[in-house]
Structure formats: structure tokens, C-alpha cells
């Protein structure tokens, strides 16, 4: 499995960017797919993630309320709205995928087998 994630770039405080993960197989009903962030100096936090059923998670009540994960028809795109984003959303965005990856480990980095190269958001005060 190939991951493409895009849709980075630079955005003002309050602003909105869409990232897209592109994946070279079809991910729905066979992989979870997810979002994480890597700030400089910091570790890979988990974002948001769609499990195999179609579940959504957040990381946390900001990112959910700020935040949609959703995928395409096809079942081989997944997209990261952003809205109202704020300087500490700066960071390198990855789009990860799993078959394995379960309800209660979606938010594990560990639990995922294929990653995208990140895409990079800045965003300014």
C-alpha cells in the first residue's frame, strides 16, 4: 500500500486547508486510515483516524469541533478538513494505514503498517 498525502501549504489564523491522502489500493471496509502531526522537537501525535466500519475519531473536543476526516466514493481517498486552524496546528501532517488496527488502538502510531510521506501546514498568527 502507497500513501500520497497533499494539501499542505501555508494558512492565516482561522483559516482552512483540506489535506488529502491518497492511497493506491481501495482502503474502505479493509483499512483503517488515519492522521497524525509531527510538530519539530515533538513526537507523532495521532489526529484523527476512520476506522475499517467507517468510524470516525478525534484526538481531542478541538480537533473534533475544528477538524472532519472523511473519505471519497471510491474508497481509496481520505480527506483531513481543517477549519479555524491556529498557529499550533503547525506541523508535518502523515496519512497512515493498517488492516490490523482495531477500535481501541486507531490513535496508536504503532498500530499502522504503511505510511505517506508527510505534507507539511504552517500556519500564521
Known amino acids: 500500500v502507497q500513501l500520497q498525502a497533499s494539501g499542505g501549504g501555508l494558512a492565516q489564523a482561522g483559516g482552512s486547508l483540506r489535506l488529502s491522502c491518497a492511497a493506491s489500493?481501495?482502503?474502505?471496509?479493509?483499512?483503517?486510515v488515519a492522521w497524525f502531526r509531527q510538530a519539530p522537537g515533538m513526537e507523532r501525535n495521532f489526529v484523527a483516524g476512520i476506522n475499517r466500519s467507517g468510524g470516525r475519531i478525534y484526538s481531542t473536543d478541538s480537533v473534533k469541533d475544528r477538524f472532519t476526516i472523511s473519505g471519497d466514493n471510491a474508497g481509496n481517498t481520505v480527506y483531513l478538513q481543517m477549519s479555524s486552524l491556529r498557529p499550533e496546528d503547525s506541523a508535518v501532517y502523515y496519512c497512515?494505514?493498517?488492516?490490523?488496527?482495531?477500535?481501541?488502538?486507531?490513535?496508536?502510531?504503532?498500530?499502522?503498517?504503511?505510511w505517506g510521506l508527510g505534507t507539511l501546514v504552517t500556519v500564521s498568527s
Open positions: 489500493v481501495r482502503t474502505r471496509n479493509r483499512y483503517a
Open positions: 497512515a494505514a493498517g488492516s490490523s488496527v482495531i477500535a481501541s488502538n486507531l490513535a496508536n502510531r504503532n498500530a499502522y503498517a504503511y
